[in-house]
Nanobody
């Protein structure tokens, strides 16, 4: 059984940095797209950033220039480097993987809190 295991959340002051990591464990799988979503209290879950197996990435406008997504296809891992964090980045962050030939996996979520 394949699982996505996340790590790296926590509490940070505004302007600080955090790095989220996600690894797919279990049976050998092929993953098309890996990404990070977030959900703040009272809001819908939104895509933060994603990256294809070919290396094409996209970001939600609010994090462009501050967050960087990276991926290791051989290890089925994805990282999200978050710099210049703002209070509005506070949310539960979820790792997502779109697998081949089809289906979607979700991590358990990791809390990111940006507060002074």
């Amino acid at each position: 059984q394949v699982q996505l295991v996340e790590s790296g959340g926590g509490l940070v002051q505004p302007g600080g940095s955090l790095r989220l990591s996600c690894a797919a464990s279990g049976s050998r799988i092929r993953i098309n797209v890996m990404g990070w979503y977030r959900q703040a209290p009272g809001k819908e879950r939104e895509l933060v950033a994603s990256v294809t197996s070919g290396g094409s990435s996209l970001y939600v406008d609010s994090v462009k220039g501050r967050f960087t997504i990276s991926r290791d296809n051989a290890k089925n891992t994805v990282n999200l480097q978050m710099n210049s964090l703002k209070p509005e980045d506070t949310a539960v962050y979820y790792c997502n993987a779109v697998v081949i030939p089809g289906g979607s996996l979700w991590g358990q979520g990791t809390q990111v809190t940006v507060s002074s």
